[in-house]
């Protein structure tokens, strides 16, 4: 790694925890402060779901580049919760304070902590059927099968029925109905509605 940091095929082994997981990784402190010149390494300690590497207990995880050039950083971490939790992946990331650094070099554009690039906020999609725990991730790909076409709806297609519209309005006001004798006008049942000549 430190003869040759731009190796073929290094972010995947960063990624792949090829021993034991350890959730805690490898460097832990109450409050984790790193400045690094030209670049950052921390393989991930734990699954392909949860990651770790760099474990905060109190604070958080502060990056802070030294450099004129642009810091490179692939990197993993976590923070430990005081009923023994943790906040992981896309959240942690969230937590994390990625400063400018005194010489103002900031970060490369393929710099990331967790999957999530540092400079957009961007987080990496982890592959169909994987949980991420603490919400969900910034899609960067379609979702789904292409060849599933959902077909707009056509000019016969009613999606209200709008029938009733040509129902003539009510127009008489309505009174209270609690009188039931009020109700059927045509007492004598000929089909015509009786007048109302004050005899019942």
Known sequence: MRADPDF???DDALLVNDGPEAPRGYVEAGDVRLFA???????NSGSPTFFAGITVLQNTLTIIPTGVEPLQV?????????DGSYVTNDRFFREVEFEQGPAGGGYTDASELNTCKI???VCRVR???TRTPGGGDIIEQPVGDP????PLPGADDELVDTSFADDPLIEEPVTSGGDSILWDCDRDDDGDC???DGNE
Not at 37 to 43: A, E, N, R
Not at 147 to 150: A, Q, Y
């Open 8 to 10: 073929a095929g290094r």
């Open 74 to 82: 692939l990197a993993f971490g976590r923070r430990v919760n005081a």
């Open 147 to 150: 060849d599933i076409v959902i």
């Open 194 to 196: 009786d007048a109302d």
């Open 37 to 43: 010149g030209d670049t950052l390494f921390v393989q």
């Open 127 to 129: 592959g169909p059927g």
């Open 119 to 121: 400079n957009t906020g």
